[in-house]
């Protein structure tokens, strides 16, 4: 087994679970994340319960990162990022700004993304209208346990609208993607608010639903079956305020007529944007970003989890918009492969 | 949803629960709420093309060249919606008129050249300009790109060449657009033009015919800027002349389509308007004057206009601004007066309210362009000066409650007409300095450069 | 030939079965849709569309008229001939223009420019439609044809707008008193929006000819369009007239 660590950025669902992966089978491990604590976006977002788990992210990722912090294989840097990261295969050297050098034998992006920002879609409200918030301010709601209200004045909404494709598949806004993640997390969060306020109507506005494979029946059947959640296909124009409550106008697509309806509270199921960082990343690491800005992945049928550069790995939602469950399971795939690179160098400086 | 509360389901045995502390919970809450309040994320170039540097690539290739606004210009960088930035000239400007408010609301450009003498701003206000034919466009459909393009470029290289008629350089005049419609059209056309090599190649034909290439090549503004947003960077000087106090007004705005929907990555957001989250010219005039700018839920919707609609089938034009615009505006937000930046909103929201008497629906709310508003606040005349007789909605209860005496300014106005009869006639500039060509232009010799008329 | 066509079986003109209009042939159809799909604009302002219904939702026509954008649009993209030819009847006319349907579609689609596309290719197949709705544009068509001005203070009068109030102005003076009154030397005219220099509006029919918008008058008002060419014709031998007198000066200069 190699001396030389790996190097992890980045310590979220993906990072823990490579750093975990890799010290597990005695490899070292470095891992680095410029937050002051480990747990990616949902700790640091304050997710609540997770999807498909069911679980709160505070236990659920919290465990993740209690187990990495616990291995004494992994040497965690916490408001740290990697200044530098030079050489060649077998002959890495990366300099950590907080003036650390080592010499790693491969490094692994699991770098993530960043929440879109509600304020680049004006006419959605969000930032005029303090009732306007995120399906982010709503996990943060629900797993602060203060429930679900309206900002303004701390009511109890009696009825809330959910807007799908917030950053999400618009061109307008240079966000072509599907998020992937927000019809599923939205309709979760559409039977939290009903299960907490039974009595508040919960309206979902989509171009399409996109609760694929399991989450069908668990999240869209579910939340209109045994919860009461209204689906209605439009996508709405802009969102205002008659002074007392939110005012949304849309198209009820189904019967072709404009609508204009109230709401106290109005959520964005914001979408996954590219880390705000990426461009420095990739130069920092000497990757190429994919045309959307995300890390571009090597050929997933011969090299998974590969780069641009051999011995730089990636996994999770670094590549593009994923599920926790998804980067977890990628993570593991990149440590294999990084260790396999890893152990390559060795087989490679034996001979 | 899970059986058991914070156990977990096939992670491993050494998992075991985070326990954070409400404390912990709270500052995980309180790190994105701090973060998400601002505009962090900028729309990145990578993401949605920057037609203006389309625009110089083209240049460089030799295709065009580009009309610059300099140093000579002063001009004052703003901030558009996805925190780019855009140049708006202040200085040495090119009245592109709009046919709609020289027509029908005449105090619209009296206002703004009456400000410009004010803050001692050149400019050129000549006859050799058309309509951009937009509106007719938009209205009957009897025109298309090529003409719409071909009349764009004629209408700006006359701006570039306009100062060789008081013996000054070319460029030296920089194109300032007063309508909504003429702005919007003209950077459709702009990116037509740029994305197009056939549509510059018919249009160069054209231009060639008339005499209007620069070395055999298209010219094209570097920026096409709406008077607003001249106005807008220009806030704080108009303020250093105010003399009426506003403070007590309830102002709407009517944002135009043409001049935000249209090409909506040009349109000026400023952190310091509504937080960035609207559009700012009018709202930022409005508010450095001290108004109270009251928001309305109907703010995003359209006037009604129509091109076509306001000709021949105005029944939808008032039925639409009364029942979306003013109603709104009077019943919600109670509003003193509705404030406009482009030529057909005001004109609807203007005319549409007095038929409104005969279905019941009586509502007097002012329309006047921000321009007017402004000149009204550093003391123009109503009448000889904001033209405010032409609007057909009630003004006089508004000039009161701004303490002006509307009934000794008509009278002032009407005493005026009697020397206008006889001849006497005030300009904001020399009448010489409108002819730059053809019968009647005096050559520059015989003519000043100031503002100043007579 | 004649086999040929005898043998592919005919699509049969488009119907309406309960319309007392005379069917349209498929081949007039086809040539209205070719005309669309082909004109310039027209992969600029269409890329697809994902039904979301935000262009309707935002539309200020579709609160009056039976008119949705989004229903423009699905007609173009699945090319639906006879959808297409129905509401270039009416439905096309009906939109306001205001671009926000542009402004807010996530495909960056032009509902209002496709609609702007229609419009110019009724006017070209000459449609009913087109000719009706442009009746009482004829006044502001010679006007800014012959002049490069929409509009003019002498044609805001209380016959053509009657239900803007009984006062052009709420100063009664004579029309061309009230202009001069304006103190922008400009505006000094009552039947132009602004003094145009006459070079300006014969390089303006230039543009017209050049573009074939003279043709496009032809079309839907042959009237119009004499009286246009007439105007144009005598400003033009005005300005040559000029052109000649000056050169003279010059040589006596």
Known sequence: ?351 | MTEKQGAYTGFGPEWQESKLSPQEAQRATSWVEARIDRRSMLTGKDRVEDVRDALRELEKDGEIVVHRITEQHEPVTARTLYGWTKKIPTNQLWHHKSCGQCGNIPGYPTSLLWLMNKLGTRYLDETDQTSCTAWNYHGSGIGNVVSLAAVFLRNFHQAYVSAKAQGLPEGYYYPLVHCGTSFGNYKEMRHFLVHSPQLREQVRKILGKLGRLIDGKLLIPEEIVHYSEWLHVMRERVREHQVIDVSHIRATVHPACHVYKMVPEDVIYDETVLDGNRVAVSTGLLQTLGAQVIDYSTWYDCCGFGFRHIIGEREFSRSFSIDRKIKVAVEEARADVMIGHDTGCITTLDKSQWIGKAVDKIYELPIMADCQFAALVCGAHPYKLAQLHWHASPFEAFLEKIGIDWQKAKAEFDAYLEEVKAGRIETLYDPKRAITSGPGFTRPAQIGTSTAGS | MDEQVAVRPHPGPAADPVSENPPVAREKLEEIFEDIRNHPLYDMELHGCLNCGICTATCPSAHYYDYSPREIVQLLWTENLEGIYDAMQEKIWACAQCYTCAARCPFENSPGGLVMIMREVAIKHGMQSAKDVLRPFSRVLLKVISTGNQLAPNMITRDAFPDWGPNVSKVSAPLDVLRKAIPVPTMHTTDTAWIVNLRTSVELYTIWEETGVLQQIEMVDENLFDVIRDVMDEKREQYEEWLLEQEEDEHEA
């Not at chain 1, 679980?55 to 408001?79: K, S, T, Y």
């Not at chain 1, 699991?110 to 879109?116: A, D, I, M």
């Not at chain 1, 996109?210 to 996508?235: C, H, M, N, P």
């Open chain 1, 1 to 351: 087994m190699s001396s030389a660590p790996i190097l992890v950025v980045g310590g979220g669902p993906a990072g823990l679970t490579a750093a975990h992966a890799l010290a597990s089978v005695g490899q070292p491990v470095v891992l680095v994340d410029k937050a002051d604590r480990l747990g990616g976006a949902p700790i640091l977002s304050g997710y609540a319960k997770l999807v498909p788990s069911g679980e709160w992210a505070r236990d659920a990722i919290g465990g993740m990162v209690r187990r990495v912090e616990q291995n004494p294989l992994v040497n965690v840097h916490r408001n740290t990022t990697v200044a530098a990261f030079e050489g060649e295969p077998g002959r890495f050297r990366a300099r950590l700004s907080n003036g650390q050098e080592i010499e790693p034998a491969a490094a692994i992006l699991c770098t993530g993304f960043t929440h879109f920002d509600s304020v680049n879609k004006p006419e959605w409200g969000f930032g005029t209208y303090p009732d306007v918030v995120t399906t982010t301010q709503v996990e943060q709601m629900l797993s602060s346990g203060r429930g679900v209200h309206c900002p303004s004045d701390g009511r109890e909404p009696e009825r809330v609208a959910i807007l799908l494709c917030v950053g999400s598949r618009d061109r307008q806004i240079g966000r072509e993607w599907c998020s992937k993640i927000c019809c599923t997390v939205s309709a979760n969060i559409a039977m939290e608010i009903r299960e907490a306020l039974p009595r508040c109507q919960v309206y979902i506005y989509y171009m399409d639903i996109r609760t694929f494979g399991l989450y069908e029946d668990k999240y869209y059947w579910a939340s209109q079956e045994e919860y009461r959640v209204k689906y209605i296909k439009a996508r709405i124009a802009e969102v205002t305020s008659d002074g007392k409550r939110l005012i949304v106008k849309g198209e009820d697509t189904l019967v072709k007529r404009p609508i204009t309806i109230p709401f106290d509270l109005v959520v964005h199921a914001i979408g996954m944007d590219p880390n705000v960082d990426n461009v420095l990343l990739a130069a920092t690491f000497g990757v190429k970003l994919e045309p959307h800005g995300h890390i571009a992945r090597a050929p997933t049928y011969s090299a998974m989890g590969g780069t641009s550069r051999p011995g730089v790995f990636v996994a999770g939602a670094a590549t593009g918009p994923e599920t926790i469950d998804d980067s977890i399971a990628q993570a593991q795939a990149a440590a294999m492969a990084a260790l396999a690179f890893a152990q390559g160098g060795l087989a490679r400086a034996a001979e």
